[in-house]
């Protein structure tokens, strides 16, 4: 079995990898891991996760993968059984820790690597802690769907709407609203500078 075209959504080429990961090829469980772990991360990090418990709970579910593949009957179901897996090992650490951290509000890291006057850094600083503070108000769903569909490149709403349970033709509209609802939010405060 080959893998699909680039532009094929992440649950086929989930299945498709995993698929030929249990006929025995070894690489397909990285191509598996590669394409399905940015997503995880982001599902980890919306159950309220601090980098690193996210980071240890991906891995965690990487390894359930490979004790339960051959539990896993169809290969289509294993973007779904990840996400489901990761959201659970995330709560599993969240009461184990007994603490809540819902957003990493370090700085965000510029694109220009230059160094920057520090005027500029400190208001960009600034401005990064403030969307933060924005975001984490929004409601735990909409945090879920803009961490996924802010990764870059073309969402894919098909994987995003079954590992969520919804109704594919709800993201779009979800993801309207959530970002509406954080611009208002951003607009309403008299901090905010958008220059």
């Known amino acids: 079995m080959t893998m699909p075209d680039v532009e094929a959504s992440l649950t086929t080429r989930a ?27 982001h599902v980890a990090r919306s159950c309220g996760l601090s980098p690193q418990n996210a980071e240890d709970t991906v891995q965690t579910t990487w390894l359930r993968l490979v004790e339960h593949a051959s ?9 779904g ?12 650490v969240q009461r184990i820790a007994r603490t809540v951290d819902p957003v ?3 700085e965000l890291e ?20 403030r969307l933060w503070e924005h975001f984490v108000t929004l409601s ?18 098909a994987g995003l709407a079954e590992a969520m349970g919804v109704p594919m033709g709800s993201i779009g ?17 008299p901090n905010w500078s958008l220059t």
Not at 81 to 92: D, N, P, S, V
């Open 173 to 189: 509209p979800t993801r309207g609203r959530c970002l509406a609802t954080l611009r208002r939010a951003l607009l309403d405060d």
């Open 81 to 92: 059984w990840l996400c489901t897996t990761t959201k659970r090992e995330a709560w599993r």
């Open 15 to 41: 299945a498709v990898a995993f698929a030929e990961y249990r006929d025995g090829d070894l690489q397909a469980l990285h191509r598996l891991v590669t394409a399905v772990t940015p997503v995880l991360w």
């Open 110 to 129: 510029p694109d220009d690597p230059t160094p920057h006057d520090p005027a500029h850094v400190a208001a960009m600083n600034d401005e990064a802690r």
């Open 104 to 106: 990493d509000t370090t």
């Open 71 to 79: 539990g896993i009957d169809a290969p289509q179901a294993v973007l």
């Open 140 to 157: 735990p769903k909409c945090q879920q769907i803009l961490r996924v569909v802010c990764m870059g490149g073309a969402p894919d709403y």
